[in-house]
């Protein structure tokens, strides 16, 4: 298993960016899909982003797509989630999270394929 430490949220207007980092420490992170959910007050934790082993593949909620970007660098052991033109929905705690292995489109998209969560970081978007 890895462990993963979030950082880079904060509080920003509509139309702002941010970049959002997960560190990854533990044995062979290159083995691991990494993705990225999110979870609003009062509702599921839902899946935002993902990338395969070697980022060969990348995956997107439709609700984020041609604005956030998903990426790694393995060695470095970090996870990345640049968000562009935030907008006030994307406000929620944003979790990285690795599964051994590869995943496909679907598998990506299931959080409950992950085995390593971090504890989450906050990010707000005012309208």
């Known amino acids: 298993q890895v462990q993963l430490v979030e950082s880079g949220g904060g509080s920003v207007q509509a139309g702002d960016s941010l970049k959002l980092s997960c560190a990854a420490s533990?044995?062979?992170?290159?083995?691991?899909?990494m993705g990225w959910f999110r979870q609003a007050p009062g509702k599921d934790r839902n899946f935002v982003a993902a990338?395969?082993?070697?980022?060969?593949?990348?995956f997107y909620a439709d609700s984020v797509k041609e604005r956030f970007i998903i990426s790694r660098d393995n060695a470095r052991d970090m996870v990345y989630l640049q968000m562009d033109s935030l907008k006030h929905e994307d406000t929620a705690v944003y979790y990285c999270a690795a599964l051994v292995g590869h995943c496909t489109a679907i598998g990506c998209r299931n959080r409950r394929l992950y085995n390593s969560w971090g504890r989450g970081v906050q990010v707000t978007v005012s309208s």
């Open positions: 990338i395969t082993r070697s980022g060969e593949n990348t």
């Open positions: 533990g044995r062979n992170f290159w083995q691991h899909s």
